[in-house]
C-alpha cells in the first residue's frame, strides 16, 4: 500500500536503529521520551519498537488516548442518554467498552438501549436522516484530529435543518494537557515525540512554548515504525546537540499553521470549556471544547437529562502515575489480575491505544520486569 | 482513535457536498472533502489526490514530495551504514 508499506521497510529501520545507537553510546545517560498519542503507544507495541531500542532509552506512554481519559461521570452521562426510549445513540466502537460506575455502552445495548457502532459522524447525521421520528445523539470525542470532523457534520446538520440530530460533545485539546503535565514537578523528561495527526489540524507552530519555555525537544512524528525510529533519531541528535526545537518527521502531512479550513470549522461550532475532568490526569482548565449556543440545537447536554455527577477514580488505580511515566503498568496492584482489557478498572486498560492495554496485549515485558510481574503473587 | 489512512481520490461523488470517492488499499467508500477543498484546489481538481482520511473525512493531502525527501533521507542512512 503506497504511503505505507514504504515506511515499513527493514533496511531502513536497521540504518536508523544504528544511528540511534551510536547516538545514545555517545550522550551516555539515561533518557526518558514520552509519545504523547496513543496511536504511538499503539504502533510503538505492535512493531516491537520498544524492545529494539538501547536500554537507555525509556519510553513514557503519554495521555494521549482520548478514550482512556474519558472520566466515569461522562461515561454514566452518556448511557443515561442512550437509555432514552427516544434516542439512537451512535459512537465509535472504541467507546463501548469504557468503564461508567456501574455498567457500559455494551451492557446497555445487551440491556436494550438503541446504541449502533459507526465509522464517521457523517453515518450518523444519515441515521438520522432515515428515522426522522426518533432523536440520534453522537458520542463526540477525540482531539483536535477528530474535533473538525464532528463540527463539519453539525455544520451540515444544520444546512439541511436536520432537528433530530444532536451530539454529547466531549472533545478535548491536546496543547492544556502537555502543559499541565509539563507543569507537574515531578515529571522528568528529556523530550517529546509529538502527535502527528493532531499536528496535521492545529500544525507545529502551538508547540513552540514546549522549546521556549520548558526546554524540551519534540519531534512531531508519523505513524509508521520508520517514522518513530526517525523521529526518535532526530530528538537524540537535539539532546546530543543541546538544542530544543520544534522538528517536523512527518512532513508529508503536516504544515506549520495546519490546516486552515478545519480549524475554522472547529472554531465556529465549538467553543473551549473553563475545564475539563480527565481521567487519571484530573482538572485541566481550558482543555475541552463545547458547543457553541450558536449551534445549541445540536448539542445533547441541553436536550437530554442525565446525571451529570463527577465520579472519583477507583482507588486501587495507578493511571495518573502511569501516564506521567513515574510507575510502570506491571507497577500496578491491579494490571492483569481485577484490571484486564475485559474488565477495565483503569483509563489506560480501555483502549488498545492506553499504555495498559498494550502491555497486557503484546507482553512486551523484559525479563527482569516479567519477573517482578510473576512475583506479584 | 487519531488513526488515519492514505488513499486515492477517484472520482468526485457529490460537488455540491464536497463528497468524495475515495480508494483505500482496494476498498472504496465515499468521504467528506471540504477540508482539502479551496479555491486554490476546487473540488473537482482533487481527483488523483492522495489524502489522509480519518472517520471518513480527509484530512490532509499527502506532499508527494516531502514523502520522497523524507525516504531519501532514510535512503542516505542506509547507504552510510553500507559505505
Same mark, same amino acid.
Given at each position: 500500500?503506497?504511503?505505507? !508499506?514504504?515506511? #515499513?521497510? +527493514?533496511?531502513?529501520? $536497521?540504518?536508523? /536503529? %544504528?544511528?540511534?545507537? @551510536?547516538?545514545?553510546?555517545?550522550?551516555?545517560?539515561?533518557?526518558?521520551?514520552?509519545?504523547?498519542?496513543?496511536?504511538?503507544?499503539?504502533?510503538?507495541?505492535?512493531?516491537?519498537?520498544?524492545?529494539?531500542?538501547?536500554?537507555?532509552?525509556?519510553?513514557?506512554?503519554?495521555?494521549?488516548?482520548?478514550?482512556?481519559?474519558?472520566?466515569?461521570?461522562?461515561?454514566?452521562?452518556?448511557?443515561?442518554?442512550?437509555?432514552?426510549?427516544?434516542?439512537?445513540?451512535?459512537?465509535?466502537? !472504541?467507546?463501548? #467498552?469504557? +468503564?461508567?460506575?456501574? $455498567?457500559?455502552? /455494551? %451492557?446497555?445495548?445487551? @440491556?436494550?438501549?438503541?446504541?449502533?457502532?459507526?465509522?464517521?459522524?457523517?453515518?450518523?447525521?444519515?441515521?438520522?436522516?432515515?428515522?426522522?421520528?426518533?432523536?440520534?445523539?453522537?458520542?463526540?470525542?477525540?482531539?483536535?484530529?477528530?474535533?473538525?470532523?464532528?463540527?463539519?457534520?453539525?455544520?451540515?446538520?444544520?444546512?439541511?435543518?436536520?432537528?433530530?440530530?444532536?451530539?454529547?460533545?466531549?472533545?478535548?485539546?491536546?496543547?492544556?494537557?502537555?502543559?499541565?503535565?509539563? !507543569?507537574?514537578?515531578?515529571?522528568?523528561?528529556?523530550?517529546?515525540?509529538?502527535?502527528?495527526?493532531?499536528?496535521?489540524?492545529?500544525?507545529?507552530?502551538?508547540?513552540?512554548?514546549?522549546?521556549?519555555?520548558?526546554?524540551?525537544?519534540?519531534?512531531?512524528?508519523?505513524?509508521?515504525?520508520?517514522?518513530?525510529?526517525?523521529?526518535?533519531?532526530?530528538?537524540?541528535?537535539?539532546?546530543?546537540?543541546?538544542?530544543?526545537?520544534?522538528?517536523?518527521?512527518?512532513?508529508?502531512?503536516?504544515?506549520?499553521?495546519?490546516?486552515?479550513?478545519?480549524?475554522?470549522?472547529?472554531?465556529?461550532?465549538?467553543?473551549?470549556?473553563?475545564?475539563?475532568?480527565?481521567?487519571?490526569?484530573?482538572?485541566?482548565?481550558?482543555?475541552?471544547?463545547?458547543?457553541?449556543?450558536?449551534?445549541?440545537?445540536?448539542?445533547?447536554?441541553?436536550?437530554?437529562?442525565?446525571?451529570?455527577?463527577?465520579?472519583?477514580?477507583?482507588?486501587?488505580?495507578?493511571?495518573?502515575?502511569?501516564?506521567?511515566?513515574?510507575?510502570?503498568?506491571?507497577?500496578?496492584?491491579?494490571?492483569?489480575?481485577?484490571?484486564?482489557?475485559?474488565?477495565?478498572?483503569?483509563?489506560?486498560?480501555?483502549?488498545?491505544?492506553?499504555?495498559?492495554?498494550?502491555?497486557?496485549?503484546?507482553?512486551?515485558?523484559?525479563?527482569?520486569?516479567?519477573?517482578?510481574?510473576?512475583?506479584?503473587? | 482513535?487519531?488513526?488515519?489512512?492514505?488513499?486515492?481520490?477517484?472520482?468526485?461523488?457529490?460537488?455540491?457536498?464536497?463528497?468524495?470517492?475515495?480508494?483505500?488499499?482496494?476498498?472504496?467508500?465515499?468521504?467528506?472533502?471540504?477540508?482539502?477543498?479551496?479555491?486554490?484546489?476546487?473540488?473537482?481538481?482533487?481527483?488523483?489526490?492522495?489524502?489522509?482520511?480519518?472517520?471518513?473525512?480527509?484530512?490532509?493531502?499527502?506532499?508527494?514530495?516531502?514523502?520522497?525527501?523524507?525516504?531519501?533521507?532514510?535512503?542516505?542512512?542506509?547507504?552510510?551504514?553500507?559505505?
Amino acid at each position: 500500500m503506497k504511503y505505507v !508499506d514504504e515506511f #515499513r521497510a +527493514p533496511e531502513k529501520a $536497521t540504518a536508523v /536503529l %544504528q544511528e540511534i545507537k @551510536q547516538l545514545s553510546q555517545e550522550i551516555d545517560r539515561h533518557l526518558k521520551i514520552m509519545e504523547v498519542c496513543g496511536g504511538h503507544t499503539h504502533a510503538i507495541f505492535k512493531y516491537g519498537i520498544e524492545e529494539l531500542l538501547p536500554e537507555q532509552i525509556e519510553l513514557i506512554h503519554g495521555p494521549g488516548c482520548p478514550v482512556c481519559i474519558m472520566p466515569k461521570g461522562r461515561l454514566d452521562d452518556a448511557i443515561a442518554i442512550a437509555q432514552n426510549p427516544q434516542v439512537i445513540f451512535t459512537t465509535f466502537g !472504541d467507546t463501548m #467498552r469504557v +468503564p461508567g460506575s456501574h $455498567t457500559n455502552l /455494551l %451492557q446497555a445495548k445487551a @440491556q436494550g438501549a438503541d446504541i449502533r457502532i459507526v465509522y464517521s459522524p457523517l453515518d450518523s447525521l444519515q441515521i438520522a436522516k432515515e428515522n426522522p421520528t426518533q432523536e440520534v445523539v453522537f458520542f463526540g470525542l477525540g482531539f483536535e484530529t477528530t474535533a473538525p470532523s464532528t463540527a463539519l457534520t453539525i455544520l451540515q446538520a444544520a444546512a439541511e435543518n436536520i432537528t433530530n440530530f444532536s451530539m454529547f460533545c466531549n472533545h478535548v485539546l491536546v496543547i492544556p494537557a502537555l502543559r499541565a503535565l509539563l !507543569d507537574q514537578d515531578d515529571l522528568m523528561l528529556n523530550g517529546f515525540i509529538g502527535p502527528g495527526h493532531v499536528s496535521m489540524v492545529i500544525g507545529t507552530d502551538p508547540y513552540e512554548f514546549i522549546s521556549q519555555q520548558y526546554d524540551q525537544p519534540i519531534v512531531i512524528s508519523g505513524f509508521a515504525p520508520l517514522d518513530i525510529l526517525q523521529s526518535i533519531w532526530m530528538l537524540l541528535k537535539q539532546i546530543k546537540e543541546n538544542r530544543c526545537q520544534v522538528e517536523n518527521q512527518y512532513s508529508r502531512l503536516v504544515a506549520k499553521t495546519g490546516n486552515p479550513i478545519a480549524l475554522k470549522a472547529m472554531n465556529q461550532v465549538f467553543d473551549v470549556c473553563e475545564t475539563f475532568a480527565w481521567r487519571g490526569l484530573g482538572e485541566i482548565p481550558a482543555s475541552g471544547l463545547k458547543i457553541r449556543t450558536e449551534y445549541a440545537q445540536f448539542d445533547a447536554e441541553l436536550k437530554f437529562s442525565f446525571p451529570g455527577f463527577r465520579v472519583a477514580d477507583h482507588k486501587a488505580c495507578k493511571c495518573g502515575e502511569i501516564l506521567k511515566g513515574m510507575l510502570k503498568p506491571w507497577e500496578c496492584k491491579v494490571f492483569g489480575t481485577a484490571c484486564t482489557p475485559e474488565t477495565p478498572i483503569g483509563a489506560c486498560m480501555v483502549s488498545s491505544e492506553g499504555a495498559c492495554a498494550a502491555y497486557y496485549k503484546y507482553g512486551r515485558l523484559s525479563k527482569a520486569e516479567k519477573s517482578k510481574f510473576g512475583n506479584k503473587g | 482513535m487519531c488513526l488515519g489512512i492514505p488513499g486515492q481520490i477517484i472520482a468526485i461523488s457529490n460537488l455540491a457536498h464536497k463528497l468524495a470517492i475515495v480508494d483505500i488499499g482496494g476498498v472504496r467508500r465515499q468521504i467528506n472533502i471540504a477540508c482539502i477543498v479551496d479555491e486554490e484546489h476546487p473540488t473537482e481538481a482533487c481527483i488523483d489526490d492522495w489524502v489522509l482520511v480519518h472517520v471518513g473525512f480527509a484530512m490532509s493531502r499527502i506532499d508527494q514530495q516531502a514523502a520522497a525527501e523524507t525516504l531519501q533521507l532514510l535512503e542516505e542512512l542506509v547507504l552510510s551504514e553500507l559505505s
